[in-house]
C-alpha cells in the first residue's frame, strides 16, 4: 500500500544537527512532491518545507529558513531534512506528507498521505 | 499565532451537526484551494477534505466543505464518538516566497 515511514530522530543536544529521512512506498516517488510538517507537544500542526517531485523547486518556513535543508533521492524514494542549529523551540514530532497529484499548477494541492511521524527533541 | 484562524474548540450532541471555520486573507484561502485534515490522539492527520470541497474515497458524506472569498468551512453532520478530534484547514499563502500555512486547529468534542 501507499505508505511514507520517516526516521532519523531522536535527543539531540541544542546546536547540533539532526538528518530525519522520509521513505516512501507503493506509489511512483519522483512523480510527487513531499512536504515535512512538524508538531510540537500539545501543539498545531506547523509545516517545515517542500520539495517538488524533481528536486527543483523548494520553500521553508521562515521559522527554520537558513537552518534546515530539504533534499531527496528518488532513486532511493527518500525524502531527507537535513537540521542543523538546532533549538528547544524545534522539539517536535515530524511528520513528511505527500502531495495528493502528479501533476498541478497549485502549491495548495492537498497532503493524501502522511507518515507516521518520528519524534526530534532537542535539550541539553 | 497562526495565519489561518480556527475556533480552538466547538462541540454538540451525537446525532448533531457541527462547522468549523477558518479565516485567512486574499494570499491564502482568497487565493486558492483550501484541505481540511482530522487528527485523532496519538495519531497522524488525515486527509477529510481538498479542493475545497472534494472528499477522498472512504470519507463519508457526512463531512462537507465550503470556501466563500478568504474564508471556509468544514461541516460534520450526524456526529459520533468517533469524529472527536482535532481539525485543521490548510492551504499556500503566496507571500513572501509563499509557503504553506495551517489553522491553529479546532478540538471537536462529542457531548
Known amino acids: 500500500q501507499v505508505q511514507l515511514v520517516e526516521s532519523g530522530g531522536g535527543v539531540v543536544q541544542p546546536g547540533r544537527s539532526l538528518r530525519l529521512s522520509c521513505a516512501g512506498s507503493?506509489?511512483?516517488?519522483?512523480?510527487?512532491?513531499i512536504h515535512w510538517v512538524r508538531q510540537a507537544p500539545g501543539k498545531g500542526l506547523e509545516w517545515v518545507a517542500v520539495m517538488s517531485n524533481d528536486g527543483n523547486n523548494k520553500y521553508y518556513a521562515d521559522s527554520v529558513k537558513g537552518r534546515f535543508t530539504i533534499s531527496r533521492d528518488n532513486s532511493k524514494n527518500t525524502l531527507y531534512l537535513q537540521m542543523n542549529s538546532l533549538r528547544a523551540e524545534d522539539t517536535a514530532v515530524y511528520y513528511c506528507?505527500?502531495?495528493?497529484?502528479?501533476?498541478?499548477?497549485?502549491?495548495?494541492?492537498?497532503?493524501?498521505?502522511w507518515g507516521q511521524g518520528t519524534m526530534v527533541t532537542v535539550s541539553s | 499565532q497562526s495565519v489561518l484562524t480556527q475556533p480552538p474548540s466547538v462541540s454538540a450532541a451525537p446525532g448533531q451537526k457541527v462547522t468549523i471555520s477558518c479565516s485567512g486573507s486574499?494570499?491564502?484561502?482568497?487565493?486558492?484551494?483550501v484541505s481540511w485534515y482530522q487528527q485523532l490522539p496519538g495519531t497522524a492527520p488525515k486527509l477529510l477534505i481538498y479542493?475545497?470541497?472534494k472528499r477522498p474515497s472512504g470519507i463519508p458524506d457526512r463531512f462537507s466543505g465550503s470556501k466563500s472569498g478568504t474564508s471556509a468551512t468544514l461541516g460534520i453532520t450526524g456526529l459520533q464518538t468517533g469524529d472527536e478530534a482535532d481539525y485543521y484547514c490548510?492551504?499556500?499563502?503566496?507571500?513572501?516566497?509563499?509557503?504553506?500555512?495551517f489553522g491553529g486547529g479546532t478540538k471537536l468534542t462529542v457531548l
Open positions: 506528507a505527500k502531495r495528493r497529484t502528479v501533476i498541478s499548477s497549485s502549491w495548495a494541492d492537498a497532503f493524501d498521505i
Open positions: 490548510g492551504t499556500w499563502d503566496i507571500s513572501l516566497s509563499g509557503h504553506w500555512v
Open positions: 486574499s494570499s491564502n484561502i482568497g487565493n486558492d484551494y
Open positions: 479542493d475545497n470541497n
Open positions: 507503493g506509489f511512483t516517488f519522483s512523480n510527487y512532491a
